[in-house]
């Protein structure tokens, strides 16, 4: 038994309601369950429960044995002062608060249907990587498509308090949340932290005053990345050097640990050389990146803004001092599909909340207009009907992923919850 599973028992009225009594004996009415408390304190609050002739309004505690009132120090917490219940699975022991007064204990075990006691531990304790994997093809297709959408919402929220808190270190600036936002994710799977840290290493006021040179922006990311410190015969690569050497010494900069970045298992096209030059012509050759990011309803909108190629060095060269055939290394749709969901949409999101004018229909209508991803946990989903027809139903997909099914929450998931409730 688990607390969780008598919280949610609790908050659904899961449970037989009639003839209930506290082990004192006293009849039991539940007017009112009280709203749940996410914050700390009492379990449920502003409940309503008619002990004997009584009223009481106040808050009820849920444990799963009497004795856990003790073990969490309860008795000697004000904010415990107004539990008029105390709902447990196993009575141990009366428990009493801060002034000494025994508080009436319901033991919900006599009450809860065996039924969905077992299923639920049908359900909990299934070893699969996907507990529901045998059923979730049975659940209402409306239940899946609205909770797909409430956790791509859920996602979306979890990411604008990371740009909540750049915004408080960068002063409001978005241009320079947008440049370690956009940094990162240039980096792809393997780099992203490498990325991150470049952009820590490389400050946006020095950044910014290079915009309008791609060569100097070049020098910049590369000397600071640590691309810069051999030297080689490449004349281009020189002339990067001797440029950084003089930016180097102008703005005090200090150089990252060579090996942050790597190339191992990467395509040639997603060498971090090639990212980094394809960075350099995106913030060099768009003026207002920013602005024109945010005004974007459609992913053809992106494609416009960001289809660009590295500069003319490139066309001959993955890394420096080694010539290949040529070849333009243009960003491709699919790179910039991925920019649309890690970036841009996100940013939308948080700029319009920012700015008061939140358009959920707009936001929805460009997720949805993106592929679905491609990875592995995708694809786990996908092999039980979990359908994943655009970036949203992906994204979806991620977020139950990490903070549904890895952390067994089940109670919290709609569709464990329309399979304990249907027992399937």
Request: hydrophobic share 40%; glycine share 4%.
């Amino acid at each position: 038994m688990k607390e969780d599973f008598l919280h949610y028992v609790w908050k659904n009225g899961l449970f037989q309601q009639e003839n209930l009594k506290t082990t004192e004996g006293e009849p039991i009415k539940i007017i009112n369950k009280g709203i749940p408390n996410f914050d700390a304190g009492p379990d449920f609050v502003n409940a309503q429960i008619l002990i004997g002739d009584i009223l009481w309004g106040g808050n009820v505690e849920i444990h799963k044995s009497s004795s856990d009132w003790y073990a969490h120090h309860h008795e000697k917490n004000p904010a415990y002062d107004n539990v008029i219940l105390h709902v447990v699975y196993e009575d141990n022991m009366p428990v009493y608060n801060r002034n000494n007064s025994q508080i009436p204990t319901l033991v919900l075990s006599k009450h809860i249907p065996k039924k969905l006691l077992k299923d639920y531990n049908k359900l909990i304790k299934n070893k699969a990587i996907l507990r529901c994997q045998n059923h979730i093809k049975d659940v209402d297709k409306f239940t899946i498509v609205q909770f797909k959408y409430r956790l791509f919402i859920e996602r979306l929220e979890h990411k604008y308090q990371i740009v909540k808190n750049l915004l408080l270190q960068t002063e409001n600036d978005w241009d320079q949340v947008l440049y370690e936002t956009l940094l990162k994710y240039f980096g792809g799977v393997v780099n992203k932290d490498a990325f991150e840290l470049l952009a820590g290493f490389l400050p946006f006021r020095v950044f910014r005053k290079y915009t309008d040179n791609p060569f100097q922006l070049e020098a910049l990311l590369f000397g600071v990345s640590g691309f810069l410190k051999e030297p080689k015969t490449d004349k281009y690569y020189q002339a990067l050097q001797n440029e950084f050497t003089y930016l180097k010494e102008k703005h005090n900069l200090a150089i990252m640990p060579a090996h942050m970045i790597k190339f191992h298992r990467l395509r040639p096209l997603n060498f971090p050389t090639i990212r980094l030059a394809q960075f350099a012509q995106v913030c060099s050759k768009t003026e207002n990146l920013f602005e024109k990011l945010m005004q974007i309803k459609k992913p053809e909108d992106a494609y416009a803004i960001l289809e660009m190629e590295a500069g003319e060095y490139w066309d001959t060269h993955y890394n420096f001092d080694k010539t290949t055939k040529t070849r333009k290394k243009r960003l491709g749709k699919n790179f910039i599909d991925i920019l649309l969901i890690n970036v841009i949409v996100p940013l939308k999101f948080a700029y319009q909340k920012y700015k008061g004018n939140y358009n959920e229909t707009e936001i929805i209508d460009l997720i949805e207009s993106v592929k679905p991803e491609k990875n592995k946990i995708v694809n786990i989903f996908t092999k039980i009907d979990l359908i994943a027809k655009n970036a949203l139903d992906t994204q979806a997909i991620i977020q139950l992923n990490e903070n549904y099914c890895q952390k067994n929450a089940c109670l919290r998931c709609d569709v464990g919850h329309f399979i304990i409730r249907k027992g399937l």
